[in-house]
Nanobody, 114 residues
Framework: QVQFVESGGGLVQPGGSLRLSCAAS????????MRWYRQAPGKQREYVAH????????DYASSIKGRFTISRDNAKRTVYLQMNSLKPEDTAVYYC???????WGQGTQVTVSS
């Protein structure tokens, strides 16, 4: 059974950067397109970014396009979300999601505040 463990969240000042990681157990990671979602307090979970199983195709929500970059390393069974120029409205719990496994990570908190 696959599991996903996220890390890299924390407190950062506006304009700062963070890199989130989502590490998978099991050997089927490379079969799965992966996504990042986020959920702010009192709001619905929203889509952030998508990457195909081979990393050749990506997609982004308009709210973060140009600031965030999704990538993956199938040898390390890890998907990343590089977040630059962070804004207070990026504050949320960030989740990775595997389309192949229909499985969510546990989430990692990102707080952008001065």
């Amino acid at each position: 059974q696959v599991q996903f463990v996220e890390s890299g969240g924390g407190l950062v000042q506006p304009g700062g950067s963070l890199r989130l990681s989502c590490a998978a157990s099991g050997s089927t990671f490379s079969r799965s397109a992966m996504r990042w979602y986020r959920q702010a307090p009192g709001k619905q979970r929203e889509y952030v970014a998508h990457i195909s199983s081979d990393g050749g195709s990506t997609d982004y929500a308009s709210s973060i396009k140009g600031r965030f970059t999704i990538s993956r390393d199938n040898a390390k069974r890890t998907v990343y979300l590089q977040m630059n120029s962070l804004k207070p409205e990026d504050t949320a719990v960030y989740y990775c999601y595997s389309l192949f496994h229909n499985y969510w990570g546990q989430g990692t908190q990102v707080t952008v505040s001065s």
